[in-house]
Structures are given as C-alpha cells and as structure tokens.
C-alpha cells in the first residue's frame, strides 16, 4: 500500500513539474510590441535612427503596449510599427517607414523566440487598384487627368501606407511624386484613402 502511495506521489510531483515547465515555456514566448521592437534589424529602423547617436529607445513618441502599436519621432515621416496574432500562434510584425517616395514596408514573423523576415509577404495581399481607387478623378484639370492615367498604366506609382493603432485594417494613399513626377501634380484633396480589412487572416480590400 505505501508503495502504491509512494508511486503516486512521485506521477503527482513529475505531473506538476512538467506542468510548471510547459507554462514557464508559454510565458517565456509571450512578447509585447516593445519586446518585438528590440529584436528588430537596424535596417528595418528609419535611417536617422540607425545612423544617430542615441539609443533606439529615445526617438520612441508613443508604446501602445494595449494595442500593439510603437511610433517614432525624429524624421520627416512617420515610422510605425505593429502586429498582429495569427491562428497558429505566430505573430505578424510589420515596420512602415514613410518616405518621399512611398512607404518601405518589413514583414517579419515571431515563433519560438526568434524574429526572422520575410521579404516575400505582401502587407495588404496581391490587390489590384485603378487610378479611380486612388484619386477623385472629376476634380482633376483634363490636361493633368490625362497624364495621371497614362502614368498609373505603366504601373509606376508607390502606395503609402499607414498601419492601424487600433482595430487591424491597414489605410493606404497615393504616392503622388512616384507617378506624376512632382509633388502637387495631383492636388492633396483629391486623392483617397483606401481600407484593407483583416478578416480570417486574409486581406480584403473595401
């Protein structure tokens, strides 16, 4: 009989300890968008950052540790930064580092600690935009519509994008210099905004 119990005692210590391990392994995993920040490549960081004299840390402006979302401060353009959980317990990382010619997008995926990119993810999918998606066509000169849709037909135009701070859909704008060759061609007020919604892990342009 005591040995029974004693046999018992031991499955019941062996049970807890590999218990206790499974939950510290779990815990150890569980990263925040500051955790993820630091892992990230210097060149995923705007320039000024990774050629600057301070720490990483110093040109943060907002840490939103609730919704995922890190900003920087110090350049011309915004850099942001979120992620987003996926079924199969990755976590998608993008980086957005706004520039004069659009937006320089990083995707990575976080799974077992490590931080790796992928060069071949396409934040928002494989979408197709018309000129019409992209800028309010009727407000436009006919000299200036007519240059603007034999530009967007060469396909040579960068996106900006703008990553969500709250709730996951990604909003995305022309990038007017890209396709027209100057800044103001195309004025600010007629061009659009368009929503990329994250629904069952796909990208679903509205």
């Known amino acids: 009989m005591k040995t029974k119990k004693k046999i018992f005692i031991m499955l019941a210590l062996f049970a807890m300890t590999v218990a ?32 600057g004299e301070l720490s990483r840390d110093e040109y943060i402006c907002e840490c939103d540790y609730e919704n995922g979302y890190l900003e920087l401060a110090g350049g011309n353009f915004a850099w942001q930064m979120c992620y987003w959980n996926l079924k199969d317990g990755r976590t998608l990382v993008a980086t957005n580092d706004q520039t004069d010619f659009g937006s320089t997008i990083h995707i990575f995926f976080y799974e077992n600690g490590q931080l790796i990119e992928d060069a071949n993810y396409k934040l928002g999918g494989e979408q197709t935009y018309t000129l019409e998606d992209l800028v309010d066509i009727s407000q436009l000169r006919p000299e200036v519509l007519e240059q603007a849709k034999a530009a967007f037909e060469t396909g040579n135009y960068k996106l900006y994008f703008e990553l969500p701070h709250k709730g996951t859909s990604l909003t995305l704008w022309l990038n007017v210099y890209s396709l027209m060759g100057e800044h103001y061609a195309i004025p600010e007020e007629t061009l659009k905004r368009v929503t990329i919604k994250w629904e069952n892990e796909k990208w679903v342009k509205q």
């Not at 510290?24 to 990774?50: H, I, R, W």
């Open 20 to 51: 206790g391990a499974t939950f510290c392994g779990t815990a150890q995993q569980k990263v925040n968008v500051k955790t993820l920040f630091d892992m990230l490549p210097e060149e995923a960081l705007p320039e000024y950052v990774s050629l």
